[in-house]
């Protein structure tokens, strides 16, 4: 008993413990357990606040995927970008770092990883928090509109080529309504139209006709407010003296008995390859009036001196003596020669004792010659007005009667066939197809445009849904079998450069390879002084006008059938929407398989009601 008592003493004199230090280790270790539950929790809402960001993230960004712009590292990082906006907390870093789409079922997955600073367990060796995320939004494709942009031009009559392109453009029409067709690409006879499809049908040849409907519309420039309607007509018959306008060109169809065919010229640059809405002077568009020449020239449909112009010319008589003639020589003359002058203008007649005739004078009648014996007078009519005077005299349009045919007048060369605007009509859409026929040049940039135009919700053509509505596909099919084929003339051969007034006007207007809108300060005569850079040009704004569709997030297909030149292969392809857009079929059959396959595409982006 007294050993352990002594024990108990002892052990209460010991001063050697360490209870405190070990009462204060254990003390941290206590309080990050017991703030683990608070590190937890502030764990917990950090990830319900990431969870409802990246859900916003999913439906914000879903309908982006419909695009043919769609980028997966711009749209990962518009998400990062919600997510730490909606979690409002700069101590926590996130990151998305998963995307998968799938555009049939019209489907964006995000995952995400944030990490968070700790308070407590940070005590104990754990200074962050991770945690992930995961969303996904499912929308699928509502709507589909297309916009089939199809050759009309005179080679299509070729080898049935214009016979296998409507067979083609039939069966992916009825692909794309009905979803399924039997080996004849004809739908059952139950099948009903899908009414979330519509399809519009753009024919072009060296001109687009968009249709007599719109002879109303406000975006056409009928009273010449927009400064190209002004070109190639002058009211003084003076070339020095600049003309301020306006042409009113509804008046010049009613003054020759004529009404408008429905075609369109090109916009003013940048306006021929965009789609900015017709609000402005310089964005109208102007009805084709296609110029009469002066005569001599293409398409000089009308008298120079007709309608209510002043008669203004210098005629030459020039009488020779002593003159004999020989088969092996001619004509000639010994005796003495004189000429004299008469000069007319309107009622007035005058006898100048010089020469009146211009230098380069255009010559309306003659030379006449005259025999009397050994004496021989010539007489000449010359022209007071120069080529160009002579083209753009207004008054010769007033009160005359002009016979309008395909290739002659106001509307020469201005297709038959015009533009259907989207419709979920299938009936009307196949009609249009079989209406086609094979006729004129080829420019393929005003296929282009109208097709782009088809597709837009603004004006001057308003059936498509708005861009901003992601449940829709739009989608170009640009179908040519040909070049952008300009209509070139040398300037020797005519004064304007060009035979044809085309979409650009005449050559030597300078507006084809405008690019500013700004007319006449891209040196055009040098820049544009072949066929060959007249065509690059075409390319070049075809190629602008397909860039500036697919930043709207419109898909271009692109068919060539049997280009011409690897520069119209190389056209075709900068146009499309990249690896499996274009097409280049050999055989005019094969244009079946060809839009067959892109409408069995298309079929699938949009969802059977």
């Known amino acids: 008993m007294y050993r352990f008592l002594a024990l108990v003493g002892r052990f209460g004199r010991d001063e050697s413990g360490v209870f405190a230090v070990l009462f204060g280790l254990m003390a941290i270790v206590l309080i990050a357990l017991g703030g683990a539950g608070v590190d937890y929790v502030a764990l917990q809402q950090a990830r319900s606040r990431a969870q409802v960001a990246l859900d916003a993230a999913a439906l914000a960004l879903q309908p982006q995927i419909f695009k043919a712009s769609y980028n997966e590292e711009t749209v990962r990082a518009q998400a990062e970008a919600i997510v730490l906006d909606r979690i409002g907390d700069a101590r926590i870093d996130a990151r998305v770092d998963g995307i998968e789409t799938s555009v049939p079922d019209g489907s964006l997955y995000l995952h995400a990883e944030f990490t968070m600073p700790t308070m407590f367990v940070s005590l104990v060796g754990v200074p962050a928090l991770s945690a992930s995320v995961q969303a996904k939004a499912t929308r ?5 509109e297309v916009a089939m942009v199809l050759d009309n031009s005179g ?45 519009g049908i753009v024919p072009f040849t060296m001109m687009v006709n968009i249709g007599t409907q719109f002879s109303n519309a406000t975006w056409l420039d009928w009273t010449g407010q927009n400064s190209i309607s002004q070109l190639n007509f002058d009211s003084d018959d003076n070339a020095s003296t600049p003309f301020a306008g306006p042409v009113n060109r509804k008046t010049l169809f009613t003054q020759t008995g004529t009404s ?13 390859t965009d789609d900015t809405p017709p609000t402005t002077t310089a964005a109208l568009f102007t009805p084709m009036f296609s110029p009469d020449t002066a005569s001599g020239n293409y398409n000089s449909y009308l008298s120079d001196t007709g309608g209510t112009c002043q008669v203004k010319t210098c005629t030459e008589k020039t009488v020779r003596k002593n003159c004999s003639y020989s088969w092996w020589s001619g004509w000639t003359c010994s005796g003495a020669t004189t000429s004299t ?23 309306l009648s003659g030379p006449n010659t005259d025999q009397s014996g050994t004496t021989l007078t010539t007489t000449t009519t010359y022209s007071l007005l120069t080529q160009q005077e002579l083209q753009e005299r207004l008054c010769k349009y007033n009160g005359v009667t002009v016979s309008d045919s395909k290739n002659s007048g106001p509307n020469a060369y201005c297709p038959s066939i015009s533009v259907l605007p989207l419709t979920d009509n299938v009936d009307n859409v196949l009609a249009r197809i079989n209406a086609m026929n094979a006729d004129g040049g080829t420019n393929i940039q005003q296929g282009a445009i109208w097709g782009y135009h088809a597709l837009s919700s603004t004006e001057p053509l308003t059936q498509a849904a708005p861009y901003s509505s992601g449940a829709v596909s739009k989608v170009m099919i640009l179908m040519t079998d040909g070049f952008n084929e300009p209509d070139y003339r040398s300037y020797s051969d005519t004064w304007n450069g060009t035979g044809i007034y085309y979409s650009w006007g005449f050559r030597k207007d300078g507006r ?5 809108g700004i007319i006449g300060n891209e040196n055009e005569y040098n820049a ?24 709207e997030g419109i898909r271009v297909y692109t068919i060539g059938l049997n280009p011409p030149s690897q520069a119209t292969r190389d ?13 280049f079929p050999e055989d005019p059959s ?4 060809v839009f067959t396959q892109i409408a069995n595409q298309l079929a699938q982006l949009r969802l059977a009601l």
């Open 140 to 144: 699928k494709m509502l709507k589909l």
């Open 155 to 199: 080679s299509m009559a070729s080898y049935n080529r214009m016979s296998y392109l409507k067979e083609a453009a039939r069966c992916a029409t009825r692909i794309m309504f009905y979803g399924e067709v039997d080996e004849d690409c004809d739908e059952a006879d139950d099948a009903e139209a899908q009414d979330n499809v519509k399809i």
């Open 260 to 272: 408008w065919r429905g075609c369109v010229e090109a916009r003013r640059a940048p306006h021929d």
């Open 341 to 363: 002058y008469t000069k007319k203008v309107g009622s007035t007649t005058t006898t100048p004792a010089a020469s009146c005739v211009p230098a380069n004078g255009v010559v």
């Open 512 to 516: 084809l390879p405008d690019t500013d």
């Open 528 to 551: 544009h002084n072949s066929k060959a850079d007249m065509s690059e040009t075409m390319d070049e704004k075809t190629v602008a006008t397909c860039n500036n569709a697919k930043a």
């Open 571 to 583: 056209m075709l392809e900068s146009c499309s929407s990249g690896d499996g857009y274009y097409f």
């Open 590 to 593: 094969d244009l079946i398989d």
